[in-house]
């Protein structure tokens, strides 16, 4: 699959989590490069974390609107950022650090708009953990080749988290979100110019592999990697 991308090594951003975290919460059904606008807009148009947690929920509105979801965003953001600085006394993730991957997740599923794939990312682009994120296109793609069988994403990352090889799994990540924009896409999958048709057990696939006519788009931009 690294064919399909020459020379892209991912490694993780080492941003700050706190940063991480949100900005994940902010690609929630949308696309990583409007999800980047509204996080670039909280940062430019609002300040600090200090400043959007003091800022009126309109304004945090009026910053992430360009990537959907509004109301439940700003909501979830407004009240990590209290509940935060009400449990530590400051707006920080650096006391996790010392945490377990399972004490992480039991820590952060506590809050609301915060799930399984959005801690997965933090860990795995900021703190540098082994982690294996599973979002919309890593999901579909790992059912797809039949790797697994699962209904959510939540429950493929309960069956493949620990199928993949340790050291392995942040670039295997990486490169499947390429791999699902690029040619395995959730509508119109290029089938015909997939290097895994063979290994694939897509029930559609030959009847896709007829139609792929299309080039793939490139579309390497991803929020974390810039964060």
């Known amino acids: 699959m690294q064919a399909e991308f020459p020379g892209l090594e991912p490694k993780p951003s080492k941003a700050d989590p706190l940063d991480i975290l949100i900005a994940t919460m902010l690609s929630q059904n949308t696309t990583d490069k409007t999800s980047y606008i509204a996080f670039q807009n909280l940062k430019n148009n609002i300040g600090t974390w200090e400043e959007v947690l003091n800022a009126p929920i309109s304004k945090i509105?009026?910053?992430?609107?360009?990537?959907?979801?509004?109301?439940?965003?700003s909501a979830a953001i407004k009240n990590l950022l209290k509940q935060l600085k009400q449990k530590h006394g400051e707006l920080s993730l650096k006391y996790l650090d010392?945490?377990?991957?399972?004490?992480v997740y039991k820590d952060l599923l506590q809050y609301k708009g915060i799930g399984v794939k959005t801690i997965s990312c933090m860990l795995a682009f900021s703190l540098g953990r082994d982690v294996f994120p599973v979002d919309t296109h890593v999901h579909r793609i790992i059912n797809r080749l039949g790797i697994v069988k699962a209904v959510t994403p939540v429950k493929t990352f309960e069956q493949v988290k620990d199928k993949i090889p340790d050291g392995k799994k942040f670039l295997f990540h990486t490169l499947l979100i390429r791999f699902g924009r690029k040619i395995c896409r959730a509508q119109k999958p290029l089938c015909g110019k997939c290097r895994?048709?063979?290994?694939?057990?897509?029930?559609?696939?030959?009847k896709y592999a007829m139609l792929s006519s299309a080039e793939p788009v490139e579309n390497n931009f991803i929020i974390l990697e810039h964060v």
């Open 98 to 103: 010392k945490m377990s991957n399972d004490e």
């Open 61 to 73: 509105r009026n910053a992430v609107r360009v990537c959907g979801l509004t109301n439940q965003k």
């Open 196 to 206: 895994l048709y063979d290994i694939c057990e897509f029930s559609e696939k030959e």
